[in-house]
């Protein structure tokens, strides 16, 4: 057993430190946080300084149990978790949880894993920071706070659906997308004409080069654009002033969490989570610097290493040290930007990895690597016809510097600098003309998020930390109130005039794409619903600045400025009250929007949120005929769709004709679209029309349904049909579904492939059961690794018999379900008591329901009196 136990956070950070700090020390993983706050009541007692009550879940008991014995065995325990305040927070739970006292404990950090890093770290260690851990608690009440009372809130108000939630930052993200899906609704497009004139000129070796000039700016309509063409025809094109500028451009800062995430994006097409998943593996295999950090400072010994790296690589013009600064003054968790930590490693082996290390890599040596130097020209060439000019302007890059290793941001996109390139112009040449053009261009909307834009927003205003950017963004979309997506384009007429060399001018049109989008985040329906909502009854929750603010305050309790629980206090108290006149006074929030009357009946169209999601409707409830209703489609929105979209739903279901005897119609269910053929159900596949859908069609749809649900073969008289599922292909035989392995040819099955699946199938789950009681959801099982107890879905050790001895196969026969109890009550405390105090719970609330209705009416009285 070696004399020191380190624990870290995860399994893989554990084997590399491990082989680091050799035997006498033992590394061990706890797999992230090790306590929650409880469920019942907040976990929070709101009359004790709003006093946390944590408890272990159950998923981590077996870890905690595990640690306490080790912990016990060793000398020293060593709390080594992530060097932020998360990571703080989880060597505070371990020492409770471990009973280590804080104030002795040795606490190491360190923000790369190299040896002399870890090396120094046990060198140096210190104590638990209390203000740190301070900071995380409170982030973690007043988002506890604020997601327990808002959210039924919102079950209430919006809707039952129990998926409804609101949070302190992912409630401002969302209202960042409505906000600007918004304006892209409400924007209108204006035209203008661009001039452009094309000339050709001799290059240094004679050969005419061409090369293009801009004319006036934006240019109003098109009879301005066709009355400047026709005021050139016969011009004469002289250069008349040549301005040569030196230009430069410098590299930016090494990356911050936020800044790689967009630049992941960007070049990658990366998703957040997925940037911060790849970066987490290349930290805990020792590649890189921990990648949680809104710091753009390196150390000392990475800028030597960054140096000896770009003078040996690229020699000593090319390097220019420089020390980057923090644009938000908080910026003090992390000490280090996101870096590799060796320079030498150009690249990593690991296939996953590969390119967001070498992204990584390319930033961080650009940083301290020279300017790139350009000789800018600028020509000015005018008319002889109307004293008009026009500007051609080139570049010419001088010296590459960084752009040598990496191309920031748009650069890595069509390079518009190589087209401006000019042929060398002398003052009083006349270059060729060869055409000049008006080209009708059209203003374009603010563009949709991206994941890595709506990072960077929030950054910018201050809202979240870098640990909660990539949650805050899983959150929002997992909740339905954003979708990330592909929008296609609309076909859009546009204008173009042209003057050619000949002095004729013609007119042309020519058809764009325009408006298509890629992996952007829209807002659904319920998503705007449920901010309109808190934006009109909480507008201090949904306030970018205040929200700011409260980061500000956690930075606060951070530095030991103020105490954590005169935070809470300070926005609690009013919040609450909020919360309780909102509830009283409040009325439902649908999202009505009128779209018209209908035709045929003369009663409102209304398109609003329903409980199943976006709908439209024809009438009311009040009316003497029921309402109708039809659901959106998933390209349309309540704040868009037009009387004719909504009007279309209503055809639904469709009868297209019939088929084997047996009406054939189209509708959309519960559960998507479907056909329908006399009683039968046949989905339809996403992107298919079901308003232009032919009977061809729907027919195609039903025998390929009917040849997947054919039998495949026969067992013990019974059919065998096959089908490919959530886990893969699989093939059913009496109810029972059974899992291909890959060693059987899935389109291929023979009759004695079937016989031997269905017989192993059977004979497994006549041994997997060796007692059961379904009522009580508790039985015994065989394992791989030997018998256990299944108690509702989890799996619990067997205890000792009666004798003091294992169970044997035997013995278990006899077992009782009292003595099967006693086992799982051991493992998990009060497995049984909850399940005694609900019906009280339930005969409490119905004895008091009607004295809360009687106050209620009491109530209504004193106001209508009023």
Same mark, same amino acid.
């Given at each position: 057993?070696?004399?020191?136990?380190?624990?870290?956070?995860?399994?893989?950070?554990? %084997?590399?430190?491990?082989?680091?700090?050799?035997?006498?020390?033992?590394?061990?993983?706890?797999?992230?946080?090790?306590?929650?706050?409880?469920?019942?009541?907040?976990?929070?007692?709101?009359?004790?300084?709003?006093?946390?009550?944590?408890?272990?879940?159950?998923?981590?008991?077996?870890?905690?149990?595990?640690? %306490?014995?080790?912990?016990?065995?060793?000398?020293?325990?060593?709390?080594?978790?992530?060097?932020?305040?998360?990571?703080?927070?989880?060597?505070?739970?371990?020492?409770?949880?471990?009973?280590?006292?804080?104030?002795?404990?040795?606490?190491?950090?360190?923000?790369?894993?190299?040896?002399?890093?870890?090396?120094?770290?046990?060198?140096?260690?210190?104590?638990?920071?209390?203000?740190?851990?301070?900071?995380?608690?409170?982030?973690?009440?007043?988002?506890?706070?604020?997601?327990?009372?808002?959210?039924?809130?919102?079950?209430?108000?919006?809707?039952?659906?129990?998926?409804?939630?609101?949070?302190?930052?992912?409630?401002?993200?969302?209202?960042?997308?409505?906000?600007?899906?918004?304006?892209?609704?409400?924007?209108?497009?204006?035209?203008?004409?661009?001039?452009?004139?094309?000339?050709?000129?001799?290059?240094?070796?004679?050969?005419?080069?061409?090369?293009?000039?801009?004319?006036?700016?934006?240019?109003?309509?098109?009879?301005?654009?066709?009355?400047?063409?026709?005021?050139?025809?016969?011009?004469?094109? /002289?250069?008349?002033?040549?301005?040569?500028?030196?230009?430069?451009?410098?590299?930016?800062?090494?990356?911050?969490?936020?800044?790689?995430?967009?630049?992941?994006?960007?070049?990658?097409?990366?998703?957040?989570?997925?940037?911060?998943?790849?970066?987490?593996?290349?930290?805990?295999?020792?590649?890189?610097?921990?990648?949680?950090?809104?710091?753009?400072?390196?150390?000392?010994?990475?800028?030597?290493?960054?140096?000896?790296?770009?003078?040996?690589?690229?020699?000593?013009?090319?390097?220019?040290?420089?020390?980057?600064? *923090?644009?938000?003054?908080?910026?003090?968790?992390?000490?280090?930007?996101?870096?590799?930590?060796?320079?030498?490693?150009?690249?990593?082996?690991?296939?996953?990895?590969?390119?967001?290390?070498?992204?990584?890599?390319?930033?961080?040596?650009?940083?301290?690597?020279?300017?790139?130097?350009?000789?800018?020209?600028?020509?000015?060439?005018?008319?002889?016809?109307?004293?008009?000019?026009?500007?051609?302007? !080139?570049?010419?890059?001088?010296?590459?510097?960084?752009?040598?290793?990496?191309? #920031?941001?748009?650069?890595?996109?069509?390079?518009?600098?190589?087209?401006?390139?000019?042929?060398?112009?002398?003052?009083?040449?006349?270059?060729?003309?060869?055409?000049?053009?008006?080209?009708?261009?059209?203003?374009?909307?603010?563009?949709?998020?991206?994941?890595?834009?709506?990072?960077?927003?929030?950054?910018?205003?201050?809202?979240?930390?870098?640990?909660?950017?990539?949650?805050?963004?899983?959150?929002?979309?997992?909740?339905?109130?954003?979708?990330?997506?592909?929008?296609?384009?609309?076909?859009?007429?546009?204008?173009?005039?042209?003057?050619?060399?000949?002095?004729?001018?013609?007119? #042309?049109?020519?058809?764009?794409?325009?408006?298509?989008?890629?992996?952007?985040?829209?807002?659904?329906?319920?998503?705007?619903?449920?901010?309109?909502?808190?934006?009109?009854?909480?507008?201090?929750?949904?306030?970018?600045?205040?929200?700011?603010?409260?980061?500000?305050?956690?930075?606060?309790?951070?530095?030991?400025?103020?105490?954590?629980?005169?935070?809470?206090?300070?926005?609690?108290?009013?919040?609450?009250?909020?919360?309780?006149?909102?509830?009283?006074?409040?009325?439902?929030?649908?999202?009505?929007?009128?779209?018209?009357?209908?035709?045929?009946?003369?009663?409102?169209?209304?398109?609003?949120?329903?409980?199943? !999601?976006?709908?439209?409707?024809?009438?009311?409830?009040?009316? #003497?005929?029921?309402?109708?209703?039809?659901?959106?489609?998933?390209?349309?929105?309540?704040?868009?769709?037009?009387?004719?979209?909504?009007?279309?739903?209503?055809? +639904?279901?469709?009868?297209?004709?019939?088929?084997?005897?047996?009406?054939?119609?189209?509708?959309?269910?519960?559960?998507?679209?479907?056909?329908?053929?006399?009683?039968?159900?046949?989905?339809?596949?996403?992107?298919?029309?079901?308003?232009?859908?032919? +009977?061809?069609?729907?027919?195609?749809?039903?025998?390929?349904?009917?040849?997947?649900?054919?039998?495949?073969?026969?067992?013990?008289?019974?059919?065998?049909?096959?089908?490919?599922?959530?886990?893969?292909?699989?093939?059913?035989?009496?109810?029972?579904?059974?899992?291909?392995?890959?060693?059987?040819?899935?389109?291929?099955?023979?009759?004695?492939?079937?016989?031997?699946?269905?017989?192993?199938? +059977?004979?497994?789950?006549?041994?997997?059961?060796?007692?059961?009681?379904?009522?009580?959801?508790?039985?015994?099982? *065989?394992?791989?690794? !030997?018998?256990?107890?299944?108690?509702?879905?989890?799996?619990?050790?067997? !205890?000792?018999?009666?004798?003091? *001895?294992?169970?044997?196969?035997?013995?278990?026969?006899?077992?009782?379900?009292?003595?099967?109890?006693?086992?799982?009550?051991?493992?998990?405390?009060?497995?049984?008591?909850?399940?005694?105090?609900?019906?009280?719970?339930?005969?409490?609330?119905?004895?008091?329901?009607?004295?809360?209705?009687?106050?209620?009416?009491?109530?209504?009285?004193? /106001?209508?009196?009023?």
């Amino acid at each position: 057993m070696a004399k020191n136990l380190l624990i870290v956070e995860s399994p893989a950070k554990a %084997k590399t430190i491990e082989k680091i700090l050799g035997k006498d020390f033992e590394v061990k993983s706890c797999y992230g946080h090790i306590r929650d706050l409880e469920k019942d009541d907040m976990g929070i007692d709101l009359n004790n300084h709003y006093q946390p009550r944590y408890i272990v879940p159950d998923e981590k008991e077996r870890v905690v149990r595990e640690l %306490k014995q080790l912990a016990k065995k060793s000398d020293e325990v060593w709390l080594a978790s992530d060097e932020d305040r998360e990571g703080e927070s989880i060597s505070w739970h371990l020492a409770e949880v471990l009973g280590l006292d804080p104030a002795k404990t040795k606490r190491i950090v360190f923000h790369e894993i190299t040896a002399p890093a870890i090396r120094k770290a046990v060198d140096n260690p210190r104590r638990i920071n209390m203000n740190l851990v301070n900071a995380q608690q409170a982030r973690r009440v007043l988002d506890r706070l604020v997601g327990f009372e808002l959210s039924p809130v919102l079950w209430r108000k919006i809707g039952m659906q129990r998926s409804l939630s609101a949070g302190r930052v992912q409630s401002v993200a969302v209202r960042l997308i409505v906000e600007r899906e918004r304006e892209i609704n409400h924007f209108t497009a204006e035209s203008s004409y661009k001039i452009e004139a094309f000339f050709t000129a001799p290059d240094i070796n004679g050969r005419p080069v061409g090369f293009k000039a801009e004319g006036p700016a934006k240019v109003a309509s098109q009879a301005t654009a066709q009355s400047f063409l026709e005021s050139c025809a016969g011009a004469r094109y /002289t250069v008349a002033d040549i301005t040569v500028k030196p230009a430069k451009r410098t590299p930016t800062a090494p990356f911050t969490t936020s800044t790689l995430q967009q630049e992941a994006s960007r070049k990658l097409g990366y998703g957040v989570s997925k940037t911060m998943l790849l970066a987490q593996k290349l930290y805990e295999s020792g590649m890189i610097t921990y990648m949680r950090t809104d710091s753009v400072n390196l150390s000392d010994t990475a800028m030597q290493d960054i140096q000896k790296e770009v003078t040996n690589s690229y020699g000593d013009q090319y390097y220019q040290p420089r020390r980057f600064k *923090n644009k938000n003054e908080s910026a003090q968790e992390a000490h280090e930007a996101i870096r590799p930590t060796y320079m030498s490693n150009r690249s990593v082996a690991d296939e996953e990895t590969r390119r967001l290390y070498e992204l990584i890599w390319k930033r961080t040596i650009a940083s301290q690597m020279s300017d790139a130097e350009f000789e800018k020209t600028i020509a000015k060439i005018n008319i002889s016809t109307n004293n008009e000019s026009l500007t051609a302007t !080139g570049e010419v890059m001088k010296f590459d510097g960084f752009l040598k290793v990496y191309l #920031e941001g748009k650069d890595d996109e069509d390079d518009e600098d190589a087209e401006g390139m000019l042929p060398p112009l002398s003052v009083n040449q006349q270059p060729d003309f060869r055409e000049m053009t008006a080209t009708e261009k059209f203003t374009r909307p603010a563009p949709r998020y991206t994941e890595a834009s709506l990072v960077k927003k929030l950054e910018e205003l201050g809202i979240g930390r870098p640990s909660t950017y990539a949650p805050t963004i899983s959150t929002i979309i997992k909740r339905n109130y954003v979708e990330k997506r592909d929008k296609e384009g609309v076909k859009r007429e546009t204008q173009l005039l042209r003057l050619d060399k000949n002095d004729k001018l013609s007119k #042309e049109t020519f058809t764009e794409n325009t408006g298509a989008e890629k992996s952007k985040l829209f807002p659904t329906d319920l998503g705007i619903v449920v901010t309109d909502f808190l934006k009109q009854h909480f507008q201090k929750v949904m306030d970018f600045g205040f929200t700011a603010r409260i980061e500000q305050d956690f930075d606060s309790i951070a530095d030991g400025k103020v105490t954590w629980s005169d935070v809470i206090d300070e926005f609690y108290k009013p919040f609450h009250n909020n919360i309780e006149h909102t509830l009283e006074t409040a009325e439902r929030a649908k999202g009505e929007r009128e779209l018209g009357i209908d035709e045929v009946s003369g009663k409102k169209v209304i398109a609003r949120m329903g409980r199943y !999601g976006p709908m439209v409707q024809i009438g009311h409830a009040e009316d #003497e005929e029921k309402p109708r209703f039809a659901k959106l489609k998933a390209d349309q929105s309540i704040e868009t769709i037009s009387l004719e979209d909504a009007m279309q739903l209503f055809a +639904l279901p469709r009868v297209l004709g019939e088929y084997e005897g047996q009406e054939v119609s189209v509708n959309v269910g519960r559960f998507g679209p479907y056909v329908k053929l006399g009683e039968q159900f046949i989905s339809i596949p996403k992107g298919e029309d079901l308003h232009t859908m032919e +009977l061809e069609r729907a027919i195609e749809l039903i025998n390929e349904k009917q040849q997947a649900d054919a039998p495949i073969g026969y067992y013990q008289e019974l059919p065998v049909t096959k089908g490919k599922g959530r886990f893969g292909p699989f093939i059913k035989w009496n109810n029972i579904y059974i899992n291909i392995p890959r060693a059987y040819n899935f389109d291929a099955l023979t009759q004695k492939d079937i016989d031997e699946l269905v017989e192993k199938k +059977l004979e497994k789950e006549s041994n997997r059961f060796i007692k059961q009681w379904p009522e009580e959801k508790i039985a015994i099982e *065989n394992g791989r690794w !030997g018998p256990f107890i299944r108690f509702n879905k989890k799996m619990l050790k067997l !205890g000792k018999a009666a004798d003091g *001895n294992k169970y044997t196969a035997e013995s278990l026969a006899d077992v009782d379900l009292e003595s099967v109890k006693k086992m799982i009550e051991e493992q998990v405390p009060n497995a049984f008591a909850k399940k005694a105090k609900a019906p009280a719970k339930k005969a409490a609330a119905k004895k008091a329901a009607p004295k809360k209705a009687a106050a209620k009416k009491a109530a209504a009285k004193k /106001t209508t009196k009023k």
